[in-house]
């Protein structure tokens, strides 16, 4: 029998550790501030090999230029879940209901939303109605204002960092979940890829006010930087280019995390 | 990664119980990646001669139900009635019980005893992760699964047993906590089913699939 048993513990649910994969034209990339864009491999290689490291979910992010791009290499998702049985969640020009059906039958698990619902948010309740709310992630990428604004702290930005919205990054957010979001992924465009940490105020503020998991996402450099977004109230923390280039493995983290009290699901052997 | 079996090797075909709800793709490629020959179907003729049964689903307890209801349903006890084996997965699972509560009763198919209830709200939820398992029993559904495994869940609702007792009788194959401790695997006879989803539960997952197969199968053969 397992420890679980009898004890006083509410949950035995662990956090997540979840490496996110930017694809272009079905390869890895990663970049600065979603610029500078390097080629680093196989989606579906490194896939498998994060999950055999323990990770315990994939995010792609599909940030192909054009829609014809896209439609033209999909198979990678399929290679992807014909060897990677732990959730694979993909986003990236999901526009219309029949767009996420075909990530599904792709191959997807969950579908992740960034700038299509905040021109039409009704998307939202289509896709919850349709597949269920988990299978909806509401992807975030959200920015302080420039010039800061006494009533918002930030504000959504789209397209790879280029397009701010005009429009609360909170609010968008509670909205999103009514609407039947299941998951936010959280990105701070501030600190995407510095590795100077996450926007933990941001972090915070979101945590308050939602009561499904967030996904912290945005300036991973440090195995101390995934603890303090799961101590600032993250329910999983997504992390790239400490992946990518190997500064860590994903076991390596989840043995760090874990020694700092946070439950861990034990890597498979 | 889990050897890939040769796809041939069990005789039957798994018969996949399409609901309406949710998307069933990854449960068939979990399904053939184990070894096993399998189809998405809706046709009541299919599964009412099915000797192997996956019934998956996602979201509401509802959904699913009102679409079982009618043909789908009497095909699925008839398979059951001449000795099909079943696995229930997330909502699947939960259809197997005599009454979930999600936005007011519903009737079960009654096929487990237990009752589907909310999980308490001093915890989050939905309860989305992967979580452990307690309590297994001896089971052969884990065979080669090293006690106090994890599994992927989501879910908001689950299984209780309608008495004091957590396991009023031997259908509670094993426990998870969650707020409370609630039963994440059942089994009575060849009706089986999990509240999380082994599909996408990594080496531990497949491995409970593929034990869900050979036992149907050899069930089968030795008929």
């Known amino acids: 029998m397992t420890p679980a048993s009898g004890s006083t513990k509410l949950t035995g649910l662990t956090n997540r550790i979840i490496p996110c994969l930017d694809v272009r034209d079905g390869r890895v990339v990663k970049g600065v501030r979603f610029k500078n864009l390097q080629d680093q491999g196989d989606p579906a290689e490194s896939a498998a ?56 039958r792709s191959g997807a698990d969950k579908v992740a939303l960034n700038s299509s619902p905040i021109d039409r948010p009704e998307l939202l309740d289509e896709l919850a109605r349709r597949f269920g709310s988990q299978c909806v992630v509401l992807s975030v990428d959200a920015g302080r204002w420039s010039r800061p604004r006494p009533d918002s702290r930030w504000q959504v930005v789209t397209h790879g960092g280029r397009r701010p919205r005009g429009i609360d990054a909170i609010e968008w957010i509670v909205e999103g979940v009514e609407r039947g979001a299941g998951e936010i992924l959280l990105t701070s465009i501030d600190s995407d890829g510095t590795k100077d940490g996450y926007d933990l105020e941001l972090l915070e503020e979101v945590c308050r006010r939602v009561s499904v998991p967030v996904i912290a996402s945005g300036g991973a450099g440090r195995p101390e930087h995934l603890a303090a977004a799961l101590k600032a109230g993250a329910a999983a923390v997504l992390a790239a280019s400490i992946f990518h280039q190997g500064t860590y493995t994903v076991g390596e983290i989840k043995a760090y995390l874990e020694q700092q009290g946070f439950p861990m699901r034990e890597s498979p052997s | 990664m889990t050897e890939l079996n040769d796809p041939s090797q069990f005789a039957a075909e798994t018969i996949v ?86 936005f007011g009763n519903t009737d079960g198919l009654g096929l487990l005893p237990g009752v589907v209830r909310q999980l308490p709200d001093d915890v989050p939820i939905p309860h989305i992760g992967w979580n452990q398992l307690h309590d297994e029993t001896s089971h052969a559904l884990f065979a080669g699964i090293p006690s106090g495994s994890y599994f992927y869940f989501v879910h908001s609702f689950a ?7 957590l396991c009023p009788d031997s259908t509670c194959l094993a426990r998870a906590t969650h707020g409370v401790p609630f039963i994440a695997v ?15 539960s990594g080496p531990a997952g497949l491995s409970l699939l593929s034990n869900f197969l050979e036992l149907a199968h050899a069930a089968d053969s030795s008929d």
């Open chain 1, 49 to 104: 090999r994060y999950a055999e490291q323990g990770a315990d979910e994939i995010v792609f992010l599909d940030i192909t230029a054009s829609p014809e791009g896209r439609d033209a290499d999909r198979d990678w998702i399929r290679r992807t879940a014909e060897q990677v049985f732990i959730p694979l969640s993909v986003g990236g020009g999901v526009r219309r209901l029949e767009d996420a059906e075909r990530l599904l």
């Open chain 2, 159 to 165: 299984p209780h047993a309608t008495s004091d007792s």
């Open chain 2, 186 to 200: 059942a089994g009575r006879g060849r009706i089986l089913g999990t509240q999380f989803h082994p599909e996408r």
């Open chain 2, 17 to 102: 119980i399409d609901a309406g709800v949710g998307n069933l793709d990854n449960l068939a490629r979990a399904l053939r990646h184990v070894g096993g020959d399998c189809r998405v179907t809706t046709d009541p003729q299919v599964i009412s001669s099915a000797k192997c049964l996956v019934l998956p689903g996602v979201g509401a307890f509802r959904p699913p139900r009102e679409t079982l209801r009618g043909a789908m349903e009497e095909a699925l006890r008839s398979a059951v009635d001449h000795g099909a084996w079943l696995l229930g997965i997330c909502v699947g699972f939960q259809l197997l019980f005599d009454r979930g509560e999600e």
